[in-house]
Each structure stands twice: as C-alpha cells, then as structure tokens.
C-alpha cells in the first residue's frame, strides 16, 4: 500500500477530536499517496491522554510533547492546544525537520506569528511543510465560493459582509474558561471566531484587509472560576470570581486592498445563533452567500441571467463534481463540520506527497494574525489602523 | 377622462371589502380604457349594507340585490356572497346584459354551474363578458409561473404537488359559520379553498384534472352555533350545538390529461399554517415553486445551468418586467392580498374593453366545479373517479 | 359622519403616490375620528401635476405649493419633494398653522433640521401637529418588534446588526438621477435609506445612537447625466457624464446609549438584494430580526424555552392581535409596501384628533438628522464622532 | 477494554461504505459496553471486495457470504446487498445464531419478510437480536420529532404529510441500473425511498397506516442496458436499452389508526430535489416539520404560545441534550448523512449488549413492507387497499 505519514498530535480536547477524525478518516475518504498513522498524542494529564489514545485511536500517549519531536518515527506534529503554546511546539518540530498543522490563530502574539512564519520559511527549504487550520476554507460551500469568485462569476467585489455569531457564554454564570483569558487565549470572539471571518474573507475574495476600525466589548466582566471545560461547555468550581480579560464581540469596519469595503463581527452574545458563520460578497456581476448552519448550501445570485429570472439560488453543494464531495454520499444526504478537517488534512497529505506549499501556510495565518493585531489596536486607539506588512520593513526593502 | 364601467356589488364582507379595494385602486395604478364607477352594493341587513357602503366607497346601497340588475346605470354586476346564491344572480344579470365577475367557486353544484356557464356562453355572443374570481391567478408569482411554463423553462411536468394550508377552526369552540354548513357553502375546505388549487395547477400547468382519487374527513363533527361572522373570525351566539355538515379536510391524487401526476390537499386544519397554498411542479427542464405565505417570491430550479451552480432560486417577483409590477412599486417592495384583485378587474375591464372572454371563464370555473363534483363522488365512493366533460354529451357530440 | 382632515400635498412622484394611496385608503381601513380630503397637490411641471391629480385622486392641483398654504380650506400639507426643499415648505406651512407630515430625511442639513424642529415645538403649543414619515416604523412586524422588546421579551439589549441594502445602480450606465446629486438629495445611500435603519434601530431599541466610526464609498464616480426620472428607474439622456457627488455606500459603527453596540450598513450596490432592510437585535433573552423582503415576517428566539426547543420561529405577523393587522385580512394572507403609509397617516390622524404628538416627531427626525451629520463627518475625519445633542448647548443649559 | 462485537458485513457498495463508517466511528463517539470489531466484509467480485476490505478498514475479505455465517469469530452479520437477496442472508444468520441488521427495504416481497419476521421471532428467544436499517429513524431532529410527539407536544395528530423527493434519473440516458429492476430491487421509488417515509411517519406518529389508494407512474419506460453502478451515479454500456420494471414516484394517499390521514409521495423525478426527504404533522395543538435537506433542523409551531408569538421555530438540532448530539460537536456545528447509521450501530450494539429488542425489529421492518404491499396492490387494482395484518390470519385468530 501506501507510504505513511506518521502523525504526533499534541492536546486532545475538542481540536484533538476534530482532528483525530480526520486523521483516522482521510485515507479511507480519499485516494492518497499517503497513508496517515496515529502514532502518538501528547496531553497533560496522564488519565487524560491515556483515556484519549484509547478513544480516539492513537497507537500511543505520552504527557511530553518534546518526546513526540524527538522520536524519528513521527512526520508531522499536530498542533491542537491553546494558542500560547503553539509558538514553542511549532518552532520546536520544524527546527526538527518535522511537517507541522498548527491550529488557527497561528499564535497569540505578532512576534510569535513571525517568528513562526520566519520558521517555516526556513523549512521550506528543505521540504519541510507547515500549515495553519482553518479549517472552514474546506467547507465544500466555501471552496465553491471561492472557485466561483477566481473564476469571475461575481465580477468585481464590492462588499464584503462577515459575522460570526455564537451565544455560549450569554449565561453570566458561565464560567471563567481558558477560552477567556487573555494569557491563555491571546484574545475572545476574536481570535477565537474572528479570526476565521477575516482569514476566510481574504481566502475568498483574494484580496487582504488594508486597514480597520474596530470596537470590541466585554459585556460580562466576572464570571465564576472553573478548573476545566470541554469543547464550549463547562460548569463552575464555586471558588469564586475572576476577571474576563477578553472581549466578548469585535465588530470592525475593513478596506481591502482590491477595493471592497466590509463589515466584519464575531460576537459570543448573539442570542439564538449558535454557530451562525456567515459570509455575503456582492460583485459587480452577482454575489454569493454562505452560513455554516446551512453549510451544504451556497446563495448565488446571477445578475447575467435575465432579469425576471434572477434571485438568490440555494445551490446544494452535494454533488460529485462539487469540491471534496466525491469522496463521500449521494446527491443531497449532506456533511457535517468534522468533513471540514478530513478535507484539511486530505489537502495537507497531497501537498507533502507532491512537495508543493500547503495553504493556508504560516505567512497566510501570519497575515490573519497582523489583522487581529490591527484590530485590537484600533479598538484601544479607537483610530482606524492599518494591517502591518508580512514582512519586516528591513526584510522588505 | 375615458369611459365608464358602472358596478354594482351584491354582498359585502370578506370578499366585498376585497373587491371593493380593486375597484376603487385599479384606475389609479393601471392606465385602462374604461374607467370603473362604484354605483352600488346590495346586502341583506339594512344598516350592514348602509356602513359597508360607506366604509368601502359605493355611492349607493340596497338591500334588493334584483334591483342593481334592472338599472340601466349598472354596467357589471359583481358577486360576493356566498356560493349558494351564485346561479341565481348571475343568471339573472347575464339575463339582463350585465357583465358578470362571480366569486369562487363558481356555484355548489354542478348543475348551476353547467347553467351558468351556457348563460355566458350564450350570453358572450352578444358581447356580454363572465369571469369567474380565482383571483390567486393574478398574483404577480403565480402569473410568472404561467408564463415561464408556456415559454418551456421547466419542460414536460411530471408532478404537481399543491396544498392550501389553514388552521383557523382547529379549535373546537370554533363557532358554526356559514362556511360549515353545506346548504350555504356547498362544501368545506374542498370548494373554499381546494377550488383555488385545483384552478391554479390547471392553469399554471396549462392541463386538466382527468381522474382523483379522494378522501376527505370531518374531525370536529359538532361545533356552537353563531348568527354571524366576519371575515375568518367569528364567535358562539351560545345557542347549544350544531353539526358541521361539509369537510374538515379533503386530500386527492389526480392524474391531468398532459401526462403529470399530482397530489392535492385542502385543509382547515393544518396548525400554524395560516394561508399557505403551496404550488409546484417539476419538469422534465427544471421546477417551479410557490407558496403564497411569502407571495412576492417564486422559486425556480433551471436543470439547464451548469450542474455545480444548479438550486432553486428564490426569485422577488417585484421587477417592473414581471406580472403587473409595473403599476406598482420599486424592486423588494413588495404587494398584498388585496393586489390581486385590482389585478383581477384590470385584466376584466380590459377584456371588456376589447371585446374578448375574460380568463377565468365561466366554462373555466364550470371545468373546476367539475373537479370539486369528482373528488366529492370520489371520497364518497372510495373509488378513482373520472372528472366529467364539460359539455354534456348531447352537446358534446 | 366625521369632520374632514383636508390635505395639500407637495411633490407626486414615488412617495406623492404612496402617500397617495394612504390617504385615499386610510378611512376605508380604520375607523378614525377625521376622515381625510385629498383637496390638491402641488408640483412644478404643469402637465406632471394634473396627470398626477388626476391618476392618484386629488381634487385640484397646482404649480404653486404656497397657494396650498395659504388656502384656508387645507388643514395640512404633505411634504413629498426632494430633502433640499423639505425645510422651506415645512417651515412656511407651519407659520401658517398648518399641520406638516415630512417626508424621511428631514432635511438635507443638521441646520435646517434644527430650524424644523424648532418651529415645530412651538407650532406644537397652539395645536399644530409635525411628523416625519419613516413609514417602516409602521410595518406591522416592525411595531410588534418594539412591544416586544418594550415589553422585555428578549432583555438588555447587546447587539443591532441592520443593514439596508439595494442594488439599482450597480449598472454604471444608470444615469446621474436627482438621487446621485449631493445638493438636492443631501446624501446618497446614507440619507436615503441609512435614515431608515437608523431611526427604526433606535426606535425599536429605545435606545439613541451616541458615537460613531464611519466609512463611505462611490464605486462608480460619474454617471451618464439625464433630465428626469421616476422612482428608482431612470434612463439617460445622452447629453454626456456628470458626477456622482454622493455615497453609494456607507457603513459604521456604532455604540447605543443603553450600551448595545452595533453594524450599520446602507448601499446601493449589493447585487440581488432589492430592498433588504433587515434588523437583528441580540438581547439578554431573546433575539428578533426582521428582513423587509419578507415583511409580514418577524422572527423572534425565546431563550426562556426550554433549551431542546428553543430556535427562531418565524411570526407571520397577520393576525387580528397584531399591530394595524385587524384592518385587513385573515390570518397569512399578506400586506405590502404602500400599508406602512396608511398606517402612518391613520397614527397621524389620530394624533391631531386626539391633541397628542406625533411620532416620529420632528425631534426625532432631528436626532436621526444628528446621526447621519456625525456618520458624514466621521467618514471625512476617519475618527470616531460624537452625535451632537439635539438640544444646542445655549438652550440645553 | 470492553468485549468485542464481531461484525461480517455483506456487500460493500453505497450502503456497505454508510455502514463501514458506523462500524469504524460508534466507539470513538459512544460509550458502549461492546467494541465493534470489522472481521470480514464479503462481496462478489474478488477484486472488488479486496479494494473495499482495505478502504473500508475491514479486517479480512472473502466472496462467500456463507464463510462469513459460518465462522465462530463472527457475532453479527450485517445485510447491505440489494434487497432480493436479504432473505436467503438472513435466515441463514439467524439460523446460524447470528445478530442481524439488514438494510432495508427487509426484503422484495412479504412472504420473504414474513420468513424473515417470524424467524426473527424465534431468534430472540435464544438471544440472537435482527434489526432492520431504517437509518432516518437516528437523524436527531428525526429522533427529536418522535420524543416532542411521545411528550404530547402537539396533541392529536390530524395530518401527515411526506415526500421522499430525489431527481437521479431524470435524464432519459441514464441507464438501467439495477435499482431499476424489479427481480433485483422489487420496487422503484417505492421501496427504496418510500419505504423510509412510510417507517418514518409511523415511527413519529406512533400510528399505523391502515388503508391506501396509490398510483405509481413509470415516465421513462426504457434505458440504456448498464454493467455496473456505484451510489446513485452510473454509466451505460452501450449495449442498448431494457425495460423499466419499477416505478419512478409512487404517490399515495393513507388513513392512520390514530385517526390522521396523509398524503405520501415518493419520486426520483423531482427535479432540483436532491435528497428532500420531508414529513410535515399537524396536531391538535401544534406541528412539526423536518427535511433531510435541511437534516440539522427540526420545526416546530407550538399553538400554547400567546397567538402574537406563535411561529415555526427553527430548532438546531445540535445541542448537548438532543438526542445523539452529546457524542459529537458544539452546537450549531452539525452533522451529517452518516452519522445516523453510527447512532443506528450505536442502539444496536446497546440492545445486544443489555438483551433488549432492536428497533425497528424485523417485525416492525414486516408492517413497512405490508404497507408497500398495500400500495403496490392498491395502485395495480386502483381500488383503496387495506394494509394486511402482520399477523397471519391462521397465527392470529
């Protein structure tokens, strides 16, 4: 059969199940060159990595991720923990020669985020790949759009209009998780939500974000401390109250740099909306529509047609010749989000077995990263304020 | 100013408001060659005929029905009540060279029908027009779904799948209306509202209804007597009870004479579905939807576009290109119930300008009665029944 | 019957005729304590007016909209003209004691807006009575939005997200129309339909736009001139380009004084989005959101629900109970557009029977004027502006 | 670890692939006291089955269905062959002592099904569990709809209303695929999709069809001979045309035993509808409506509600405490059309474990396929047909 690609996955929460799926998945999804082994995961607790191994298929666990970069029988590491650790286990493994797919947001810092990007670079060179997951670029709905915006079908874009709406901490008695402080998140809505609409909004537009103005609100200032969480639910420990250091929306305006205008928002307050991704371009020739609680459908709306014949088609995005969908059912019967990282990790394996640049690579996700910078300091300026150059301006020169 | 086409109305509730709204709106939004005058309404009650007068804009009132057709000064004579004073009136006013447009469904019987259908027919000969009111006809929607059917866009139907949706008796206390008692409606669900998609489907199909198959069902069999209603609202006169006499719900198969098959479901008892007639139909090119809940959009599916762009469209039929927009108001705007019946008299008054038949004819409504007749013989029965020919046989031969 | 309520309208294009169709239509609907005359209408082209007067019911017409006020037999003059003659009129009719409705936006000026809004508090104490006609504050579905969440349906509120979106002229051939000309229109898409969301927004809400972070756009910078056009369509007249001296575009930010923060967006050039006015309010309870494309359509999340069967439900808001509804049809059958101004001059005439103010008042209309002035400005400055307090600091101490 | 559940699946084509996946995925998402264990897949062709045993992840393959029954290593056998083939499969498993899931439809003819149940039957006594795959029954808003039902939500039922609408042969060239053949598919539309929103809407309701009156319809009569087919899509071979020998729709009207009646609908010449498997009821006191297309959403009108509030709700079915949804993502994240065979393998390998009966059981699979029977007779005879008792006459007296 197949050469493998032996994978060591570090952190095995929600991001390490999401992942785990796809990694047991892809190959039997998708003709490859590539056969994916679990080899390994790493975790803190040891019950809790043991208990994970087990669940989700890793042939093997440990409690030190250096051990998985250290081994020789491991290819890639994946990166599936809290975004203040992805600098160090990234660096790390590609300064070990090892492929990396980090998590999004690449880092919680710009420094980090270069240097990352700086890394991988560096590898590159030597064959070694680095990608970023975001994973809602392998939406079949989102990589239509895009296919459809490249090929001209919506014309010049005009507008851009992106939320990103949940509602899971509402409840003030929510307590204090990971995901809302600053030192372990980086940022709230937006880096967590945010930074998919930004970096999914490029993607498909293929243009960047130049310049912002932001807001950004925490609506609940103390929240009742916990010693844990799983995926975005959690109960409280009754130790008491700490402070969110996060912000619970982000709302900005946008100019991109081939002229469009946006409206960007990634709130954890839109009551009744619970994963509401949404994403509307309007063209000089047509626009399009996407939100991920519809995520087998795409809007289109063709301003070519006649005119007693336009409107907004609901395009179900389950036919084979419709991208990654041949791999899977029959007209209509539908995905769900963990296809999303199948999709992923499909694009990842193809991309090392052919020796070509994975995407989004880590100056892509360093891009998303200067935006969310771009973001959090227009928000405390309260000036609009442009995205910093990929590149370093001595560097650029 | 152009010439007058002088009305006289006989009933005035629920579809008297309606068409008195058309009467008085459909100079001011269509340029046309007669100009309608709203001369006079009869009514029953004396002081009900007198307030409906004045509230909807007839310069006289009376409670002689037969004296509107023996003035020289009435052009048309318009029939609101309800179905088991249809024959006569008409008659008597075709009898007497009035134009006639007489509400849905044509009569309760297939016997009036038949007769009323020769009268006009008879009485077209001498330039005197009969229409029949389905005015469902002329919702911007529904006509372009006409057109787009004759122009081909969906190719040979196949299916048709039509419901007019209610809930407004499911309610037990629900008092007993003249629309439950079968001596004054002739039938229940089937002939209110049944009657609209059986004429909508032909018409839109542009094929007849040649057999069904029907049931229809009862399942509040007793309900508080009332002297009155007003429009679909009405209360107990607390008087004890008193049987509902006509159905509750009718469901039919039918086969049409161009080789589609169809289901067909009247009901007053579908909770929360308020006004929901729901039409479509899928060719062999493509499909089209409507559903009068949202009656500014029609929906479309183009089997001919590139398969990955294919899905129904939700068409705003609200361009100045489509069905009577013109009149009306800029794109997304958006009309009302009552729009359809301005639309009705206008392609009326037209016809009677010009000197042609009106659509619905007589003979077209008779065609629907004869439906009605097949699906209550076929629900009695329990067995597929044939839908009579219009022309007797003595005629027909 | 009742005493007359006699009006003089000014201007007969697109809102002369909805305004129009309301006051011929609003007694026939409601039962109110003046019954209104359509006694003339004014307007510049000789020819134009007495077509007009004719087609949409006025009893005479004129050239001269100051015979309108100074007739003794008009009790209020109906402002239907471009925003650059609103202040002139409104303020000569009040002089008069003359009671004003004034079309959106009040003026084209924060100056001129103030000026009405002075002349209307004290036209107020001898009676005289001054509305501007946001209409959309009169959809059924928008009034139900406001007692809902006045009556604390879905709590603090945290999020506004509305968006007015229309495409009529994406085609760069669309002529330079009075719309597109900064010294009669005041504004491009801001004024014209970014009024609208900011006045329904905060009437919804209760809460008053404090500070905004602006950006406008003019995608297509001339436009082939013309010399007439009607409603939104229009044609060239060959005569060469002009320039476009209004927004096409205008998004903000904005923060509420109940501490909600919110998105505004209004443009002409989302392709396919005809008239999407749509609202979302997230709140600590609930959420509401309203699109205008389906008007008789509310859709409201109940987080009070038991958690297993909370989503949005979609309200056809077409019952008795509803606002305004029990003057029209049964349950699910549907109003359109031109209802919004009948509704408004029903709650108008209402207001002047019954000595109480009008809402919108022209304070209101001021505050709105406010808003849009600090949206100019912050798009010029590129900094976030304070809205101005209605009230000049002189008269506010 | 926990035992192990020995799986040998028959066949390996579209539902063998559904079925693989449940098998591989049930203990990475569930806690079950048995570890499924994928031993051996068999199938026809040599080459075929080796490909698909290593795609699939089975353990072993072979061409002998009967090696599969006869092994002491294998626990259960699960059926995924066309349906004339079921029979002879699964008596031999049964017999052999052997657990069973059969797809469905249980098999071609009744007789076959009777067999089937009855031996069955006898198999549980001794502990050997049969379940048949009506996957649909496990779509959480599906088994959510059935929970709301049990619970009273919407009082007594009054109206079904189901479509199984899919468009896969509407192309006359699309060529005889052995789902086209009556001696190996024993039906068309019918048995293939109708049998699923017959168990559906039983399952659901709770209630029983008791009696039909059916039409089925064959658009296409011949097509292009084929050699081969995978999923729903298929090429011809060029070998010329053969007959249809199944129906393309089967439309049916139907009375419950609860009382309700229905209409029921099964096409594969919808086009545009792609999976739309749709099942609207309408209760006393509320209606639930689903589409597959749509499988993430349940809705839901709840008469309780005051009448202002009352509307169809949108529920995501994605929240912890719907049914199956704990096992899998946060809400609003979504699944999809394979998941509701890993909920199927879930609560079978549940019943095994605890030694309760698997629903539906063949017994439960017999009623669907009397019901098939029923309409098959009732559309040959074009006389309402009575649906046989499950119980043979001479067993039941």
Tied chains: 1, 2, 3, 4.
């Excluded at 740099?257 to 307050?269: I, K, L, N, P, S």
């Excluded at 640049?357 to 300026?381: C, G, H, I, K, Y």
Aim: include cysteine.
């Amino acid at each position: 059969m197949s050469e493998q690609l032996r994978v060591g996955m570090v952190g095995y929460a929600f991001m390490g199940a999401a992942h785990s799926t796809a990694w047991r998945t892809v190959n039997r999804a998708f003709d490859l060159p590539l056969s994916a082994r679990m080899t390994a995961v790493s975790g803190r607790s040891p019950e809790g990595v043991a208990a994970a191994a087990a669940k989700l298929g890793w042939d093997e666990h440990t409690t030190d991720w250096r051990s998985l970069i250290a081994r020789d029988d491991i290819d890639l590491i994946d990166i599936c923990t809290p975004g203040d650790t992805h600098a160090e286990i990234a660096l790390a493994a590609l300064a070990a020669g090892k492929h990396v797919l980090c998590e999004k947001p690449l880092a919680n810092t710009v420094a980090e985020a270069r240097e990352m990007a700086a890394a991988a670079a560096q590898a590159a060179s030597s064959g070694v790949r680095a990608m970023c997951g975001f994973n809602y670029r392998r939406v079949p709905a989102v990589a239509l759009m895009r296919q459809m915006v490249r090929d001209g079908r919506i014309g010049e874009i005009r507008h851009v209009r992106a939320t990103y709406l949940q509602d899971w901490i509402i409840d003030p008695q929510f307590p204090l998780v990971w995901r809302l402080r600053k030192e372990l998140a980086g940022s709230g809505a937006l880096g967590d939500i945010g930074a998919h609409i930004i970096d999914l909004t490029q993607f498909v537009t293929g243009q960047s974000i130049t310049t912002v103005s932001a807001l950004t609100e925490t609506f609940i200032k103390q929240r009742p401390l916990t010693s844990g969480s799983a995926g975005l639910a959690a109960s409280s420990d009754g130790s008491g109250l700490g402070d969110v250091t996060v912000d619970d929306a982000a709302l900005f305006l946008a100019k991109l740099d081939g002229g469009a205008v946006a409206t960007y928002e990634a709130t954890r307050f839109a009551t009744g909306r619970k994963n509401a991704l949404r994403v509307e371009l309007n063209g000089s020739l047509g626009s399009l529509a996407f939100d991920f609680e519809r995520q087998n459908e795409l809007e289109f709306y063709d301003a070519a047609l006649p005119t007693t014949e336009q409107g907004f088609s609901r395009i179900l995005v389950t036919e084979a010749d419709h991208p990654y969908i041949g791999a899977w059912w029959p007209p209509g019967h539908g995905i769900g989000y963990e296809h999303t990282f199948t999709h992923e990790v499909r694009d990842l394996i193809e991309a090392i077995a052919t020796g070509q640049q994975p995407t989004p690579s880590f100056a892509d996700a360093l891009q998303v990263q200067l935006v969310l910078d771009a973001v959090s300091r227009s928000a405390e300026s309260a000036q609009w304020t442009s995205v910093e150059p990929a590149l370093e301006p001595a560097l650029g020169g």
